[in-house]
């Protein structure tokens, strides 16, 4: 099976969760998020630069988890932008 190219929209989107994610981080160290999340430094490094723009959501829960982030408030802000972004 192969998977389709992502789109723009998809990209930002990635991009856009990522700087939450990191805004919400805050001045705790990677190190000390990945290991509260039971990631890898590495892949939230990536998540949080966009570089893996649709990452599983597990994944992104647990992260939001660790920095307290409640999931409502992530779907919330990148919703809004999935309208500006189509439009």
């Known amino acids: 099976?192969?998977?389709q190219p992502l789109t723009q929209h998809e990209r930002e989107r990635g991009e856009l969760l990522?700087?939450?994610l990191r805004?919400?981080?805050a001045d705790r160290s990677m190190a000390e998020v990945a290991a509260a999340a039971g990631i890898?430094?590495?892949?939230?490094r990536k998540?949080?630069?966009g570089r893996i723009?649709?990452?599983a959501f597990f994944t992104v829960a647990a992260i939001a988890c660790a920095v307290d982030l409640p999931l409502e408030d992530l779907v919330?802000?990148?919703s809004d932008t999935?309208?500006?972004l189509s439009a």
């Open 53 to 55: 723009p649709t990452p």
């Open 40 to 44: 890898s430094v590495e892949t939230l």
């Open 82 to 84: 999935d309208s500006r």
């Open 1 to 3: 099976m192969v998977r």
């Open 76 to 78: 919330a802000r990148t």
């Open 23 to 25: 805004t919400a981080r």
């Open 18 to 20: 990522g700087a939450l």
């Open 47 to 49: 998540i949080e630069r």
